[in-house]
Nanobody
Framework: QVQLVESGGGLVQAGGSLRLSCAAS????????TGWFRQAPGKEREFVAA????????YYSDSLKGRFTISRDNAKNTVYLQMNSLKPEDTAVYYC??????????????????WGQGTQVTVSS
């Protein structure tokens, strides 16, 4: 079992930045690929970014590439999402996920096993 706790969300003006953290605990938590998703009210959960367990490869939603950066510190069992040039349309609850089975699709929410409780990001215009 792996537990995930997101933090770092909040209210920011358009053009600002936030860094989200996803702290993992439990069985071999640093050995899993990890992803970030977001869900706005009335919308489906959307893939944001993912990183392999080693940090050697990263994947991004095409629409967010260049503004968001995913990274990890396995010594701290933490994955980060740096978000720059934020826009009002980035407003959502952001979730981290881990436990993707071998060959699973990074961008498919149902493929991931463990989820955090989410952190709210609100971008004002």
């Amino acid at each position: 079992q792996v537990q995930l706790v997101e933090s770092g969300g909040g209210l920011v003006q358009a053009g600002g930045s936030l860094r989200l953290s996803c702290a993992a605990s439990g069985r071999t938590s640093s050995s899993y690929d990890t992803g970030w998703f977001r869900q706005a009210p009335g919308k489906e959960r959307e893939f944001v970014a993912a990183i392999t367990w080693s940090g050697g490869s990263t994947y991004y939603s095409d629409s967010l590439k260049g503004r968001f950066t995913i990274s990890r510190d396995n010594a701290k069992n933490t994955v980060y999402l740096q978000m720059n040039s934020l826009k009002p349309e980035d407003t959502a609850v952001y979730y981290c996920a881990t436990g993707l089975p071998w060959g699973g699709s990074y961008s498919t929410p149902s493929a991931w096993t463990y989820w955090g409780q989410g952190t709210q990001v609100t971008v004002s215009s």
